[in-house]
């Protein structure tokens, strides 16, 4: 058995793509909503100041409040539109911990945009005046505001927070479908079956210690250098001793 050096690509999922773009798609409504917010941003202070004008309420102060209110909660929403957006790319990645914050940030701002949403269907801004005080009514402002900003402005706003919530909603469901959850496991080596035929490398060599050649052959074994011997008298071819030898001559038979 032999395990792969390298980990098989995973193949990002269908559902897990048009997530992300979902999210991009968010993130554009919201930047096209704080472009409104912030082209309309003088008008909407002049209306709230006229409608609290002759009252006992400074109107300057309640529309320096309500344009603040207005353009902060606008910027934030783009913030955290733009944290999806970053949170999408890694999306693609199958990092697991990416879609974990996809779903908490997620989440909160389907609150953010679905109460938006369901504080306009309810009548829009509503200062706390009216029957109570002296200040102006929900009513009132409302109409002050129809007035003064374009026609468009209104049902713009509100077909932008009815997208961004739809495509919100949908991104987050799409991460959260079992189809998507192997992208989003951490790879393991992938096992590899042996090749027929293939050669394996040998062990390698220890640092340090001689290789030992191979030879074809049985090796012969190198003489130890001793001085060789004669052999003794009684194994010459005859037994006449040498001539050459000095000694007495051995006596005469006859």
């Known amino acids: 058995m032999v395990d792969s050096q390298s980990t098989p690509a995973r193949q990002r999922p269908s559902i897990v793509s048009i997530s992300s773009y979902l999210l991009f798609l968010f993130l554009a409504l919201q930047v096209i909503s704080v472009i409104i917010t912030l082209s309309t941003f003088g008008k909407t202070r002049d209306a709230l100041r006229d409608a609290y004008a002759g009252s006992s309420t400074d109107g300057d102060q309640v529309a320096d409040v309500f344009a603040v209110i207005g353009i902060g909660g606008a ?57 109570s005080g002296d200040g102006p009514s929900p009513e009132e402002i409302q109409r002050r505001l129809e007035e003064a900003l374009p026609s468009w402005v209104t049902p713009v706003s509100l077909l932008l927070g009815v997208l961004s919530l739809i495509a919100l909603v949908a991104a987050l469901v799409l991460l959260a479908l079992p189809k998507a959850n192997p992208f989003f496991r951490k790879p393991t080596a992938a096992w590899e079956p042996p090749t027929p035929g293939a050669s394996y490398p040998g062990n390698p060599q220890v640092p340090g210690q001689p290789g030992y050649p191979q030879a074809s052959g049985e090796p012969g074994y190198p003489s130890s250098g001793e001085p060789s011997y004669p052999p003794p008298p009684g194994n010459r071819p005859d037994d006449t001793p040498p001539t050459d030898r000095p000694g007495s001559t051995p006596p005469s038979t006859n």
Request: net charge positive.
């Open 75 to 131: 910027v934030v929403l783009l913030l955290l539109a733009v944290v999806l957006g970053v949170l999408a790319l890694f999306n693609n990645q199958g990092r697991n911990g990416a879609r974990i914050t996809t779903w908490i940030v997620g989440g909160i701002m389907v609150c953010c945009v679905g109460g938006g949403l369901l504080s306009n269907a309810a009548g829009g801004l509503n200062t706390g005046g009216g029957a």
